[in-house]
């Protein structure tokens, strides 16, 4: 009796440990076979609550078909293909992406707080890592046809260091990813971030932030 009593003393705590790596692993497991975003209600939840009445329109989109305008400060342009423009995808733990790379253009350092992000890369050619939190960079020049992984949370980047144009689509392990590219979260921020916490921060002068708030602040 005794055993069989340490066995499922054993499974439960087997089955718990599943149930709260499957919690951290990304979005929540839907309960029903669909629940389409209801992107116009006023009530907010962890997610969006489910529309009534729904399409094959919710579950399709044409965001990511073109290339997108790279003329931006960074010489790159991020085009999302989620929840916000795919309703259907509302609990079903994905998203996409499509990035495009003007020669030179950088996706500059971010984080995905929500989502592990893997691209492949639809032409041209890539310089990509990401930092680890113990500060080792994982990099790798990527070309045409090759994927890469960018773990949940790490900071990372994609450069282009070529001649010619270049794109990826990326893919998400959620919904909405979330995205924070941390030179403009520090820098262009609002209300902004004291100076006095950069110029200990990155060991810099008042002067120097200034000029950086100025060159990332948005453009009216």
């Known amino acids: 009796m005794f055993a069989f009593g340490k066995l499922v003393v054993i499974m439960v705590m087997a089955m718990l440990a599943i149930s709260l790596d499957k919690a951290y692993a990304g979005d929540p497991d839907m309960l029903q076979d669909v629940c389409v975003a209801d992107l116009n209600s006023?009530?907010?939840?962890?997610?969006?609550?489910?529309?009534?009445?729904?399409?094959?329109?919710?579950?399709s989109s044409m965001a990511i078909a073109k290339a997108g305008s790279t003329n931006t400060t960074f010489g790159s342009l991020v085009t999302g293909a989620n929840v916000m423009k795919v309703p259907g995808l509302n609990t079903l733990g994905v998203s996409m992406a499509r990035i495009d790379y003007a020669p030179g253009g950088i996706n500059p350092p971010h984080t995905h707080p929500r989502a592990t992000e893997m691209i492949f890369v639809l032409e041209g050619e890539l310089d990509v890592g990401f930092i680890t939190t113990s500060n080792v960079l994982?990099?790798?020049?990527?070309?045409?046809?090759?994927?890469?992984?960018?773990?949940?949370g790490l900071v990372h980047f994609q450069q282009n260091n070529g001649d010619v144009p270049a794109a990826v689509v990326a893919g998400f392990n959620s919904q909405l990813p979330g995205t924070q590219s941390i030179a403009t979260t520090l820098f262009a921020s609002s209300p902004t971030v004291p100076d006095s916490v950069l110029t200990k921060?990155?060991?810099?002068?008042?002067?120097e932030v200034e000029k950086i708030k100025s060159r990332l602040a948005p453009k009216k």
């Open 201 to 207: 921060t990155f060991q810099i002068g008042t002067k």
């Open 138 to 152: 994982v990099s790798k020049h990527i070309v045409k046809g090759e994927v890469f992984a960018f773990p949940r």
């Open 42 to 59: 006023s009530l907010t939840v962890n997610g969006y609550l489910c529309k009534k009445n729904f399409s094959e329109i919710d579950f």
